[in-house]
């Protein structure tokens, strides 16, 4: 059952972020983070639920495995790189937090900014797999699913609204957990990113039909009038 899938997903990162999180600090007693994967993981139930009734081929898209034959090889090496360096920087955060301390914590003011940032972001996200049922968390030609290209909504603006918002969501996350070195290292998932997003236009470009005359329509990528 989709919806059962999505919620396994679902726990299965939580728990992933969590362990990442927390093995690090080394304890339990650090409420900003108990208090975030709260949040998130209640936050993510109730999306989940929502994308299967309100848009279920989207929530199929996100739980699409790879193979080796659907996913080309550039993909697969910089997925790889994004994944390794997503779960350095959960990790980062913590040493940083308990054991480092490379910068002075941000005040209450800011940690609720941050806070405001991450629902903001995960909103960005949420509305983009919404307005997209192609979203899927590989690169790969899905003319088997009868894909097409979306230009509209957020996509209308940049072409990747959906690391605009993970990255929004992950700075506001740091800013919230007390960490400005953790901020400031999120620009390695970002090159990252960046590194993903050549290959994944470049893919698009040869499979999907009027992608290549969409980026000349839409020419920013990921930050509105920047890249």
Request: contains cysteine; proline residues 6%; hydrophobic residues 55%.
């Amino acid at each position: 059952m989709l919806i059962l899938r999505g919620l396994i997903g679902g726990l299965i990162q939580l728990a992933l972020i969590g362990a990442v999180l927390l093995i690090p600090a080394g304890t339990w007693d650090w409420p900003r983070a108990i208090q975030f994967l709260v949040a998130y993981g209640l936050l993510n139930t109730v999306s989940i639920v929502a994308l299967a009734i309100l848009s279920p081929a989207s929530l199929e898209a996100r739980l699409m495995k790879p193979t080796a034959e659907s996913q080309p090889k550039a993909d697969r090496i910089a997925s790889l790189f994004l994944f390794t360096s997503m779960l350095a920087w959960f990790a980062f955060i913590p040493i940083d937090v308990f054991h480092l301390q490379l910068l002075p914590a941000p005040p209450l003011e800011v940690s609720i900014l941050g806070a405001v940032l991450s629902l903001a972001g995960y909103a960005v996200i949420w509305t983009t797999l919404l307005q997209n049922a192609f979203a899927a968390p590989i690169v790969k030609d899905q003319s088997d699913r009868g894909q097409t290209l979306v230009d509209t909504g957020l996509y209308g603006y940049i072409r990747h609204p959906f690391y605009l918002g993970m990255f929004l969501f992950f700075i506001g996350l740091t800013l919230w957990l007390q960490s400005y070195a953790g901020a400031l290292a999120v620009l390695l998932p970002f090159l990252c990113v960046v590194a993903r997003i050549k290959v994944e236009e470049r893919t698009l470009a040869e499979s999907l039909q009027g992608y290549a005359e969409y980026t000349k329509r839409v020419r920013y990528r990921l930050v509105p009038f920047v890249w």
